[in-house]
Each structure stands twice: as C-alpha cells, then as structure tokens.
C-alpha cells in the first residue's frame, strides 16, 4: 500500500503523510459540528417562515411577551402538528457530529416550550421527535 494511503472501506480516499488520520478528525469535527449547525438554523427559519406564511401575525403585533403568547394560544393545531414533524427533521438534519447538533436544537426547543404558552401535546410530540432523532447519532457513540 501506497504511504499515506489506507485501505478498507474508505479504499481510494488518501490522508496526507504529514497529517496522521487522527489529526484530520481533529479538524474534520468542529467543521462538521459548524456545518450541521448551519444546516439546522437554516431549517429552522424554514420553519418559522412556514408559521409565518400559515399563521401570520395579527395587525398591531408589537412584539411583546404578552402578544407573542397570545399569537402561540391562537396556533392552528394543524400548523403546530407541522412544526412538530419539522422540529424533529432539523434536528435530525445535521449528520456531521449530529449529537451535538440535536443536543442544541432540544436545548432550544425547551427553552421555546418554557417560555410560550403552547399546548400540552406539542410540547410532548416536539420533545419525542426531536429525541427520536437524536437516537441515531446516540447509537453511533455508544
């Protein structure tokens, strides 16, 4: 075999002979890590332009605590089904290093469902599916 190279079932993908494989996770982490989470925050304003399309908010919104939890109280059950689906998808969106990606979406789902007065079921269905979704990345570290 070719110095620099390995082979097995990455056959044909080289390292440099100045750069020991470990070296390149070292890098190839935090690179993945960035890339996930620009893949989520990207999906997530995809979900909330989809709220902000199906449920737009009401004349005189002023942005306030008060206002923001009455805009939640008055979802659609249907649009909050929706970002349930859409909540779990992000999270599970981000396949370089993903336990980190999906630990971040869930710390900001619970902050979300902390602060707004959404029903008892999207809380619960939100939490199951964003993680059902980290499942995957849990099992690979295992």
């Known amino acids: ?3 620099g190279s390995y082979g097995g079932s990455r056959a044909g993908r080289r390292y440099t002979a100045a750069m020991p494989r470990s070296a390149w996770s070292v890098v190839r982490i ?7 989470l620009a893949l989520t925050f990207a999906l997530v304003v995809g979900v909330e332009a989809f709220s902000a399309v199906v449920h737009p908010v009401p004349e005189g919104f002023d942005g306030s ?3 923001t939890c009455e805009h939640v109280r008055n979802y659609p ?7 349930i689906v859409l909540w779990g998808g992000a999270a599970g969106a981000g396949r370089a ?3 980190v990606v999906a630990a971040l979406v869930a710390a900001a789902l619970a ?3 902390s602060m707004l007065p959404y029903p008892w079921w999207f809380s619960a269905g939100a939490a199951i599916a964003v993680l059902a979704a980290m499942l995957p990345s849990l099992r690979r570290i295992a």
């Open 111 to 113: 902050l979300n469902i």
């Open 77 to 83: 059950a249907w649009v909050l089904a929706v970002a």
């Open 65 to 67: 605590m008060e206002a």
């Open 30 to 36: 935090p690179l993945g890590v960035a890339a996930g």
């Open 1 to 3: 075999m070719a110095r």
């Open 97 to 99: 290093a993903p336990a």
